[in-house]
């Protein structure tokens, strides 16, 4: 049987102003970090162990791990920063609040942005300084790899390769895996692994904070999962 455990950041300070968050570099509310500790403290009692770890290149993403695996007296295990484990990437709407955006826009529309398997949110011109071609961290990449605004598809598209090449092959050797990621990374990731449909996903949410546990087969087929409070 393999181990997979995967965690949503604790709540961010945006969460909190419920603000469209996506791949603005926020970080996690007083309330976040109490999440993050409980976490570590439940996983601990549980007894869980893990061999390495894996998250984004998003701060709320790594301080959620940093203070999880500080509390679990886990620190020295190996971490990988994979931008493919970001947020699915909010667009124009990165910023705007969501109450306010429903009002303008309608409750509706609202959701197929954001729950919906295929439908983009409006996209971020070029030339916007919000544009991730701005940011450092992701130069090394081709300008067609960098998002301008995702749909889940667009974000399952990104993360899948990130799954095969880096996160499988640890697994298949056997080591007790930790991925600590962001709401709809995860659902990419819940999607794939539980083969829920692009009708079902629209319904699934991930609570912050909260371990979720996956025992898979040798197939890496889930067997069962289960929260961790
Ligand atoms: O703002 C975001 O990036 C995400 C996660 O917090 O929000 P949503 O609940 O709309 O997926």
């Known amino acids: 049987m393999h181990q997979l455990v995967l965690l949503r950041h604790g709540e961010s300070q945006w969460n909190r102003e419920?603000?469209?968050?996506?791949?603005?570099?926020?970080?996690?509310?007083?309330?976040?970090?109490?999440?993050?500790?409980?976490?570590?403290?439940?996983?601990?009692?549980?007894g869980m162990m893990f061999d390495l770890a894996f998250t984004s290149v998003l701060k709320?993403?790594?301080?959620?791990?940093?203070?999880?695996?500080?509390?679990?007296?886990?620190?020295?295990?190996?971490?990988?920063?994979?931008?493919?484990?970001?947020?699915?990437h909010y667009g124009a709407l990165q910023g705007l609040n969501k109450a306010e955006?429903?009002?303008?826009?309608?409750?509706?529309?609202?959701?197929?942005?954001?729950r919906s398997?295929?439908?983009?949110?409006?996209?971020?011109?070029?030339s916007d300084p919000r544009h991730p071609r701005f940011d450092p961290r992701y130069r090394d990449l081709r300008p067609e790899q960098l998002p301008a605004g995702e749909c889940l598809r667009d974000t399952v598209e990104r993360f899948l390769?990130?799954?095969?090449?880096?996160?499988?092959p640890e697994l298949r050797r056997?080591?007790?895996?930790?991925?600590?990621a962001h709401g709809n990374s995860l659902r990419a990731l819940v999607k794939?692994?539980?083969r829920i449909s692009d009708q079902e996903i629209i319904e699934l949410e991930i609570?912050?904070?909260?371990?979720?546990?996956?025992?898979?087969?040798?197939?890496?087929?889930?067997?069962?999962?289960?929260?961790?409070?």
């Open 18 to 46: 419920n603000l469209f968050t996506g791949w603005t570099d926020v970080d996690i509310s007083e309330r976040g970090r109490e999440e993050c500790l409980a976490a570590g403290r439940n996983l601990k009692e549980k």
């Open 60 to 88: 709320r993403a790594i301080r959620t791990l940093w203070l999880l695996l500080d509390e679990m007296d886990l620190m020295w295990i190996p971490v990988r920063n994979d931008w493919r484990l970001n947020e699915r």
């Open 101 to 114: 955006t429903a009002e303008k826009y309608g409750a509706d529309q609202v959701k197929l942005w954001r």
């Open 117 to 126: 398997y295929d439908v983009r949110p409006p996209l971020l011109e070029e």
């Open 161 to 168: 390769p990130c799954w095969e090449e880096r996160i499988v």
């Open 174 to 180: 056997g080591k007790r895996t930790l991925i600590v």
């Open 192 to 194: 794939h692994l539980d």
């Open 207 to 229: 609570p912050t904070g909260t371990p979720l546990v996956y025992e898979l087969d040798e197939e890496l087929r889930p067997l069962r999962h289960y929260y961790v409070k």
